[in-house]
């Protein structure tokens, strides 16, 4: 259901009022950020692509439904806004495709633990096209069915570029395998999405 506090607001919003959008804008902005951070290797790009998704979330705020969370629903706008950044800048073409049974070579087993925010600056080091799938998988959750149906690559290739991606994180790491069990199964095991509404709001607020 909508927060209390920002119904005035998003009521505001739904007849256009400047003054309610900034403020939307202003009490939301750092939580959109941190989304955003992880798709973004700088940060004047997650700036531009929240405000990009700000921009869309106002446009379509008739769209809302109510008996959701607002910030769930500006998340959702917040991620595909950040796929559309990277579909409109990147050449898909340069990821590479690669047998699914490479993926299981190694066994990991979790042995420690690395802090938060290194680890996120690290996965914004890595390529862009690495670093959207691997948020999107790791962090988020998705399937690499529903990837490729988010950012129009196979889902063959969205395998690929998670298995590369960890690689190039054990390089940066220079920790052993067991520090990519620990990134997808310690660390962040509660992904953002809401399951039962993800599956709706993607073509709705695009």
């Keep these: 259901m909508v927060e209390e506090d920002l119904k005035p607001l998003i009521n505001g919003c739904r007849k256009r009022d400047r003054q309610s959008q900034k403020m939307v804008y202003q009490k939301l902005y750092g939580f959109s950020m941190k989304i955003c951070l992880r ?19 106002f446009t379509n705020i008739d769209k809302y439904d ?5 910030k769930t629903w500006l998340s959702r706008i917040m991620h595909n806004a950040s796929i559309d950044y990277y579909r409109a800048n990147l050449k898909w073409s340069q990821m590479e495709t690669l047998d699914q049974s490479e993926f299981f070579r190694h066994e990991a087993s979790v042995e420690r633990k690395l802090g938060y925010e290194d680890l996120l600056e690290t996965i914004r080091q890595l390529p862009p096209a690495y670093r959207m799938v691997f948020n999107l998988y790791a962090i988020d ?24 991606a960890r690689q190039k994180l054990q390089q940066m790491l220079a920790r ?3 520090i990519i069990a620990l990134l ?10 809401v399951s039962a509404y993800r599956s709706n709001f993607y073509s709705n607020a695009k």
């Design 66 to 70: 109510e008996n959701w969370s607002f």
């Design 184 to 193: 997808l199964w310690t660390l962040w095991r509660k992904p953002i999405r």
């Design 141 to 164: 959750g998705y399937t690499h069915e529903e990837i490729a149906n988010m950012t129009g690559i196979t889902a063959g290739t969205s395998r690929s570029n998670l298995y590369k």
């Design 176 to 178: 052993p395998q067991s």
């Design 39 to 57: 798709f973004a290797k700088k940060q004047v790009e997650a700036a531009e692509i929240v405000n990009d998704g700000f921009f869309k979330a």
